[in-house]
């Protein structure tokens, strides 16, 4: 598969993708290597990296507690703390093997320790592959608040080896394939049309899609690194998408959901938004909601949850002068940002969506 160019850094694919990384190694002469993975990729994912990985570099594997609850400061203070212990200096590298939390957490960690070391993503997860790793964001949750406290840092190569994949769940590929989804949407209707039918995908398949999907995200980015106009429609269902996420991680009642099955439902009440504000047609809306609603199962919302969605999205990031600003899509395969929506018409999306 075609290595895709960034902004400084190359996106690779495969095997032979470890002969990249060795080289990126060797030219910039580290004094030493830091890996961090989660409890599940030290287990399923680690074996398989170090069977590939050749270096003379002395290396420490840094373990992490896995999922979203745990990309959170006190974690950076965990990692932070084991860097020094370890003797972590300003040519150290940091390898992060794993999910978007493992990618988010790690890159913002190598992004301020000693002001800024070199991190290189491995991701091991779908949703990683196509979207934690790809574009230099990096960031933690404050409390319930999705990726609040965050920098811009790329990092200097991210590794695709779609082998990781075979021991990832269902409900994890699942989430992973709502980005995808979404960069259809917005960027390219071919590929929208072609993830419709998942049924007959064989593993070239999948490699050449989630190639294809991370050009779109990266053709976005080089044109808007940091989000000032063009890169804010890959924000399309991360608005009411992260306040649902966050309402389901600060509740401890409700059980935890999953990044892309949370913008999954935002996407649909986003899509819901754009075809009452006339940017698309009411045919286009229902084939949106129809073809995500056979993949993702609608999520309950109580009157007290919709009135938490509301509170949670005074504190989006996106935000500026007090108004929330959504991404809606715009027509077949394009997207309008900067768009303000009146907490009626929310209102009006939700009653839609839980009919």
Known sequence: MKTIISKSYSIVFGEKSYENLYEIIKENNY????????????????????????????FEIIEIEAGEIHKNIETCFEVWNALE????????????????????????????YKRGIHSIHIPTTLLAMVDASVGGKTGVNLGSLKNLIGTFSLPK???IDVSYLQTLPQNEMQSGLAEMLKHGLIADMDYWNELKDLSNLTTDD???LIHRSIEIKNNIVLQDYEEQHLRKGLNFGHTLGHAIESLFLEDPEKEKLLHGFAIAQGMI?????????????LTFYEEIKEIIR????????????VQTIFSLLTHDKKNAFGEVNFTLLKN?????????????????AIHDYLK
């Open 85 to 112: 212990e370890l003797e972590g200096d300003r040519k150290s590298l940091l390898l992060t093997l794993g999910g978007g939390t493992v990618s988010d957490l790690g890159g913002f960690v190598a992004s301020t």
């Open 31 to 58: 004094s030493k290597i830091f890996i961090l993975t989660d409890i599940n990729t030290s287990e399923y994912c680690l074996p398989h990296f170090l069977a590939h990985f050749a270096t003379e570099v002395p």
């Open 206 to 208: 999948l490699e050449r």
């Open 269 to 281: 009440l986003e899509a819901y938004l754009s075809y009452k504000k006339e940017l698309i047609s």
């Open 294 to 305: 056979s993949i993702f199962d609608k999520v309950d919302l109580s009157d007290n949850d």
């Open 332 to 348: 077949r395969g394009e997207f309008s940002y900067n768009e303000l929506v009146t907490n009626d018409l929310i209102s009006e």
């Open 157 to 159: 190569m991210v590794l």
